[in-house]
């Protein structure tokens, strides 16, 4: 197994990407994390890592700089950039400092797939053993995929790419998204280790958030019961069970972040949240309009809305239409063409091209996915 490091100060998103991915499938395992380029380099030297998946922009130490320190210390290891920021700029610093590849948020599952095949070749070979321990686990896994469908995989993915966004959007439809993503699970026989893994993966989600807010863990769950949250989702015996605690969890974890006093950043935020609710309908909707909507600046409500939710306001505005996309295809009968005005695009094949990068698949194969 390749050994795979992830670099990025933001919490919940290096939670999001070891989740991302079906890791073991492709050869590889997360053998660490870090915070920040100080803490990479020590990670680096305790764990080893052949692949390192790094922020650019990170306090202390940013991106390149660690990229430059890490190929000094580690002639071997393979770096790809993950940004934010779709800058040239940046793209040739990581050419110069021997970055190997890119990869601009927001990704989904295939980009990230081409990605590690692309950089494979660069990998150093692994050992005979390693080797083989390599071919076994795809195996397993392939056995796995074979009583998990692809199209199961799929959906979980996007359901879980909605939940990240929805508890950082104070979507009110996260409940929904969370029993859409255990609906998706009951095929699988209760407690089997493909059911205990996604369980605990949106289980983290929810905790990762709430730490990410300043919670303790302990004001998430009943601070009563003796066992911690991993363990107690393994002591339910049903799939309804584990589905109304895990719901019970996420609403507690949604009421802590609404009981918070609002300052005037997250009024500020709310309020251009409601008005992108109100205009992701028209196709000209920018960061500029929602400013001028809010009144204040553009660039001084872009610094907020990164700061409350992680995102740009052209991410969620992207977000909002494809959630409402979603939402028309699952209804049927409706042109494609149709949809795409409806939230704000008005170039059908862009709306596909978007609808694609954001869920994997295009609205006419989703559809398909939906009516079997």
């Excluded at 202390?60 to 071997?76: N, P, T, Y």
């Excluded at 969370?178 to 369980?199: I, N, P």
């Excluded at 905790?207 to 009943?222: I, M």
Aim: glycine content about 6%.
């Amino acid at each position: 197994m390749y050994k795979v490091m992830i670099v990025d100060d933001e919490p919940l998103f290096r939670d999001f990407l070891r989740l991302k991915m079906d890791w073991q499938r492709h050869g590889f395992q997360v053998c660490c994390e870090a915070r920040n380029g100080q803490e990479a380099l020590a990670e680096a030297e305790k764990h080893q890592p052949h692949l390192a998946l790094v922020d650019i922009n990170m306090p202390f130490m940013d991106g390149i700089e660690l990229a430059v320190k890490l190929k000094d210390r580690f002639e071997r290891i393979v770096i790809v950039f993950i940004s934010g920021h779709n800058e040239f700029e940046y793209v040739q610093k990581a050419v110069r400092t021997g970055v190997q590849d890119y990869l601009l948020k927001p990704f989904n599952e295939a980009e990230m797939t081409e990605m590690l095949e692309r950089i494979r070749p660069k990998l150093p070979r692994l050992s005979a053993g390693r080797e083989i321990d390599r071919v076994a686990a795809e195996g397993a896994r392939a056995a796995s995929a074979s009583a998990h469908p692809g199209q199961e995989a799929l959906e979980l993915g996007a359901v879980r790419d909605a939940i990240v966004l929805g508890l950082r959007m104070k979507d009110a439809d996260v409940l929904d998204e969370v029993r859409k993503a255990v609906g998706r699970l009951r095929s699988s026989t209760w407690g089997d280790e493909y059911a205990d893994a996604m369980m605990m993966g949106l289980l983290s989600l929810a905790l990762t958030f709430a730490g990410e807010r300043g919670f303790a863990y302990s004001r998430v769950w009943d601070s009563g019961e003796d066992k911690a949250p991993y363990d107690r989702l393994k002591v339910c015996a049903t799939w309804d069970e584990a589905e109304e605690w895990l719901i019970a969890l996420y609403r507690r974890v949604i009421q802590l972040t609404e009981d918070v006093k609002p300052t005037k950043a997250s009024s500020l935020f709310s309020a251009a949240i409601w008005y992108i609710e109100q205009h992701y309908a028209d196709a000209d909707l920018s960061a500029e309009q929602v400013a001028g909507g809010v009144y204040v600046d553009s660039s001084y409500l872009r610094r907020i809305f990164r700061k409350e939710s992680g995102h740009s306001i052209v991410d969620h505005i992207t977000h909002i239409r494809m959630k409402k996309a979603r939402a028309l295809l699952l209804e049927g009968n409706r042109r494609l063409a149709d949809i795409s005005e409806s939230v704000g695009y008005a170039d059908p094949n862009y709306f596909s091209k978007s609808f694609k990068k954001r869920f994997g698949v295009t609205p006419t194969e989703y559809e398909q996915l939906v009516r079997k």
